[in-house]
T-cell receptor, first 114, second 113 residues
Framework: NAGVTQTPKFQVLKTGQSMTLQCAQD?????MYWYRQDPGMGLRLIYY???????DKGEVPNGYNVSRLNKREFSLRLESAAPSQTSVYFC?????????????FGPGTRLTVL | GDSVTQMEGPVTLSEEAFLTINCTYT??????LFWYVQYPGEGLQLLLK?????DKGSNKGFEATYRKETTSFHLEKGSVQVSDSAVYFC????????????FGSGTQLTVLP
């Protein structure tokens, strides 16, 4: 099993450009999450999808959109990138049922917006 | 809302020293508590967890006890190794339907030989 995979690993954008971060998991998990990691601030939830077909805003959703394409895939889109979106982005998934609540994280995408 | 306050770093120790990283939380009800570890260039990995008061989570020589009376979940290890150098995150899982995690700010640990 590959676990959670993310593409790309690195990306540099200019202000105003758009891009989509891809995430896929092969563990048949129901729930998927997008976080951003900034120095001294831990990880903050951007959006999550509790199950296929549903998405909800997290703590910092402004400037982002998401798509839960199917049970495996959950993408994050920046429509018009801003320097404040320079960060490391992590995708995660979990079964989120009963005691099976461990979140499994991908390796991250390091995004720089100039 | 839920929050996690974590000991600020960075922390630098010599090999075989004792490690404590403090973590306190604010949450409604009885959340589940976690410690995640992030090695350089990698994503986060679950280190240990506790789901109810007085539970002790343990893994790879690390331990943490869920203390409801002090709302704490401090991470300890009796003898650290160079390979333990990483960033450690305390987190809680609230009672929302999606069970999303709330993270502390992370503590950078460096262990010197």
């Amino acid at each position: 099993n590959a676990g959670v995979t993310q593409t790309p690993k690195f990306q540099v954008l200019k202000t105003g450009q758009s891009m989509t971060l891809q995430c896929a998991q092969d563990m048949n998990h129901n729930s998927m999450y997008w976080y951003r990691q900034d120095p001294g601030m831990g990880l903050r939830l951007i959006y999550y999808s509790a199950s296929e077909g549903t998405t909800d805003k997290g703590e910092v959703p402004n400037g982002y959109n998401v798509s839960r394409l199917n049970k495996r895939e959950f993408s994050l889109r920046l429509e018009s990138a801003a320097p404040s979106q320079t960060s490391v982005y992590f995708c995660a998934s979990s079964e989120a049922r009963g005691s099976q609540d461990e979140q499994f994280f991908g390796p991250g995408t390091r995004l720089t917006v100039l | 809302g839920d929050s996690v306050t974590q000991m600020e770093g960075p922390v630098t120790l010599s090999e075989e020293a004792f490690l404590t990283i403090n973590c306190t939380y604010t949450a409604t009800g009885y959340p589940s508590l976690f410690w995640y570890v992030q090695y350089p260039g990698e994503g986060l990995q679950l280190l240990l967890k506790a789901t109810k008061a007085d539970d002790k989570g343990s893994n790879k020589g690390f331990e943490a006890t869920y203390r409801k009376e002090t709302t704490s979940f401090h991470l300890e290890k009796g003898s650290v190794q160079v390979s333990d150098s990483a960033v450690y995150f305390c987190a809680l899982r609230g009672k929302g339907s999606a069970r999303q995690l709330t993270f502390g700010s992370g503590t950078q640990l460096t262990v010197l030989p």
